[in-house]
Every structure is written in structure tokens, then in C-alpha cells.
């Protein structure tokens, strides 16, 4: 079993920047994928970043450029770091892990990120 927590949300300006955290703990065996999803109020929960075993990341067409997804492998931490955040950021964000053999998916219990004046 894997236990995610994040950390690092807050109530930010627009232009602004937050570091979402993420760490694991618990059996953690072949990490496959860690990835960062966010839902807005009233809207689907959407893909924002994701880096797989390699280091080949991913991010979504709204983030490109503004956001990027890094790790600490020996701390079992993935980050998420935002820079420029627009009011339209705004959304609990959630981290997700795919571990093991079989892929077994994970979450975290979200963090609040708010972009506003």
C-alpha cells in the first residue's frame, strides 16, 4: 500500500508562482509514473503534467511552458512547480502514481491551489 500527501497549495496572485509537493510512503516498488491531475469546480479532472520511469514528461496544452514536473527519487517526492498561474489554474490538485508490476494507481487527497486578485 501507498500513502500520497501533498502540499504546497495556497491562495496565490495571478502572475504568481506555487511548488506543489508530493510524498510517498508506505511499500514503493517501481515507480511507473507520477503525474499531477487538477479539477476545477463543475469541470472533469484533467491530466496537468506527468513523467514516467525514463524522465519523458508530459503536460497538458494549458500548462505548456508555465509548469514543470520534476522528482527526487531517492526521497520519493514528485513536485510540480507553477509559474504565471492565471485565474483559470484554479483547482484542487491531485497527484497520482502508478507503482509495481501491475501498475497499481494511487492518490493523493488533493491540495487547493486559488489564483486570484
Known amino acids: 500500500q501507498v500513502q500520497l500527501v501533498e502540499s504546497g497549495g495556497g491562495l496565490v496572485q495571478p502572475g504568481g508562482s506555487l511548488r506543489l509537493s508530493c510524498a510517498a510512503s508506505?511499500?514503493?516498488?517501481?515507480?511507473?509514473?507520477m503525474g499531477w491531475y487538477r479539477q476545477a469546480p463543475g469541470k472533469q479532472r484533467e491530466l496537468v503534467a506527468s513523467?514516467?520511469?525514463?524522465?519523458?514528461?508530459n503536460y497538458g496544452d494549458s500548462v505548456k511552458g508555465r509548469f514543470t514536473i520534476s522528482r527526487d527519487n531517492a526521497e520519493n517526492t514528485v513536485y510540480l512547480q507553477m509559474n504565471s498561474l492565471k485565474p483559470e489554474d484554479t483547482a484542487v490538485y491531485y497527484c497520482?502514481?502508478?507503482?509495481?508490476?501491475?501498475?497499481?494507481?494511487?492518490w493523493g487527497q488533493g491540495t487547493q491551489v486559488t489564483v486570484s486578485s
Open positions: 508506505g511499500s514503493i516498488f517501481r515507480i511507473n509514473r
Open positions: 513523467i514516467i520511469r525514463g524522465g519523458r514528461t
Open positions: 497520482n502514481w502508478w507503482v509495481g508490476y501491475s501498475n497499481d494507481e494511487y
